[in-house]
């Protein structure tokens, strides 16, 4: 069946970097857009990053010029680095097939950002 | 990219009919007919429940529909299930970004 594995999630300090990845399996990895989303705790859903099958990258401005994503479809992954990180950036991080629509989603990997 | 605008919360009892709005602008909402529902329970991640506006995914009852007109999108449950609480979020796609709802917390009494 189609599932996104999220991994890379952790504990940072401020201006600290991080890097995500997630493994795709179930599906043509490189016949679908991939989506980035997090979710703050308590809080709700805010887009991140999005690339296209062509590896075209669109940004949230909260993250533009911090975070940069990226796929390798021989390997059926995505990934999202995250630099300068910022203490409102904590959140749980999806790994999400689709932009249109978004299904399945991973289950979802904690970055916190703290002193 | 600035967010969709959804009432904090809504509540309904067994058998009943809540709808959720979703407000957004012509750059979104009211530009592309890509808004899409999502429900999630507590510690969950979301699950897609309608997309492109009206489409429902397999799996999810016909009792959950959608429509759009003009800048607002709406997301109607029919025949409310005590299942159904938890949070909805709207979102729609806007071309070189995308825009999620604050979400609606819905409470079946």
């Known amino acids: 069946q189609v599932q996104l594995e999220e991994s890379g999630g952790g504990l940072v300090k401020p201006g600290g970097s991080l890097r995500l990845s997630c493994a795709a399996s179930g599906f043509t990895f490189s016949d679908f857009h991939m989506t980035w989303i997090r979710q703050a705790p308590g809080k709700g859903l805010e887009w991140v990053a999005y690339?296209?099958?062509?590896?075209?990258?669109y940004y949230a401005d909260s993250v533009k010029g911090r975070f940069t994503i990226s796929r390798d479809n021989a390997k059926n992954s995505l990934f999202l680095q995250m630099d300068n990180l910022r203490v409102d950036d904590t959140a749980v991080y999806y790994c999400v097939r689709g932009v249109l629509k978004f299904d399945p989603w991973g289950q979802g990997t904690l970055v916190t950002v703290s002193s | 990219q600035s967010a969709l605008t959804q009432p904090r919360s809504v509540s309904g009892s067994p058998g009943q009919s809540v709808t959720i709005s979703c407000t957004g602008t012509?750059?979104?909402?009211?530009?592309?007919?890509?808004v899409s529902w999502y429900q999630q329970h507590p510690g969950k991640a979301p699950k897609l429940m309608i997309y492109d506006v009206s489409k429902r995914p397999s799996g999810v009852p016909d009792r959950f529909s959608g429509s759009k007109s003009g800048n607002t999108a709406s997301l109607t449950i029919s025949g409310l299930q005590v299942e159904d609480e938890g949070v909805y979020f709207c979102?729609?796609?806007?071309?070189?970004?995308?825009?999620f709802g604050g979400g609606t917390n819905l409470t079946v009494l």
């Open positions: 690339i296209s099958i062509t590896s075209k990258v």
């Open positions: 012509s750059s979104d909402v009211g530009h592309y007919n890509y």
């Open positions: 979102c729609s796609y806007a071309g070189t970004y995308v825009v």
